[in-house]
């Protein structure tokens, strides 16, 4: 990849995709693969939100690659409680590893924090801006899945504030695939995202009833709505449960039908659906260390 941070999908071409996705089929087949091949590398991973599966997989990604991780740690135990801006926490980290993961509430943070220092910076979410390294996971399964070609793929949920989805539309232009957004009214896309699509080539559908595209879908991407975004909990109490999926609503779907989540997910998909060949959503955050470290491997 020609790029130093990794700020957007957007800065990502089919190129950049494929030659990631390529280096982690060969990272999932052979896990320890690049052992040693990174040994005197240090990854500072600084969230300044809750992350389970980004955080820890980028962990795994780079220890299996030899090198190390820092910790921040959370917000209340690091000196951003004694208000210490962004880009100084980033100035000081800089000095202590060799490239950066950042999660943060705002958009445009990652952006800001890459102005200030020279080690590479991986957005690992934005506020309800972006998610790039999702999205290269969430591309590595569904190529593995259902290949990334002649598709169609439906995005469901919180299609507003969900920073997967923003990543994951932008760069399913690069492929010969169909979207199809389903939400409710007040969750549709971004102005903007909309128009950087249409911009890109690509056709937006939007629909508020799943039934309505269902039977077309290959893959159905559902998402969590994003509670800690609203600026209003009653908004939030509108919306909630409204878009939930379980046996009864995939009695239509086509039988290869791939549902996939980012995780976490609250209610959005019902257990029922775990032990169906429609759940795609662990393989997918299992895949988010062979796709990390394909991606420090190129950054590093
Ligand atoms: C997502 C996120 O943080 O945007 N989680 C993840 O990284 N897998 C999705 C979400 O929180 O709903």
Redesign the pocket.
């Given at each position: 990849m020609r790029h130093d941070h990794l700020i957007s999908a957007k800065q990502l071409s089919r190129g950049d995709i494929e030659d990631v996705l390529d280096r982690a089929d060969e990272f999932e087949a052979d896990p320890n693969g690049g052992a040693g091949a990174h040994s005197d590398a240090l990854l500072g991973l600084l969230f300044f939100?809750p992350?389970t599966?980004?955080k820890m997989s980028f962990d795994a990604a780079m220890k299996r690659l030899g090198g190390g991780t820092i910790d921040m740690g959370s917000v209340d135990s690091s000196s951003v409680k004694k208000g210490e801006s962004l880009a100084d926490t980033v100035r000081v980290i800089e000095g202590y590893a060799d490239a950066l993961v950042l999660?943060h509430p705002s958009e445009g943070s990652a952006k800001l924090a890459s102005e200030f220092v020279d080690v590479p910076v991986v957005n690992?979410?934005d506020g309800a801006g972006h998610?790039p390294t999702?999205t290269l996971l969430d591309l590595y399964t569904i190529r593995k899945n259902a290949g990334l070609e002649d598709l169609t793929v439906g995005i469901m949920g919180d299609l507003k504030y969900?920073?997967?989805v923003h990543s994951l539309a932008h760069a399913l232009t690069n492929f010969d695939v169909e979207q199809r957004f389903i939400s409710p009214k007040s969750l549709r896309l971004p102005q903007g995202v909309r128009y950087d699509l249409s911009r890109a080539g690509a056709d937006v559908h939007e629909h508020t009833d799943l039934e309505d595209v269902l039977g077309e879908l290959d893959v159905l991407y559902v998402?969590?709505i994003?509670r800690e975004r609203f600026p209003d909990e009653n908004e939030y109490r509108k919306v909630a449960g409204e878009y939930r999926i379980d046996a009864a609503t995939l009695e239509s779907a086509k039988p290869e039908l791939s549902v996939m989540h980012?995780?976490?997910r609250v209610d959005e998909i019902a257990p029922e659906i775990d032990g169906t060949d429609h759940a795609t959503y662990f393989e997918q955050?299992h895949s988010g260390v062979p796709v990390r470290m394909a991606l420090l491997d190129h950054m590093l």
């Open positions: 939100e992350s599966r980004t999660r690992a979410g998610h999702q969900g920073r997967t998402t969590r994003q980012p995780l976490p955050a």
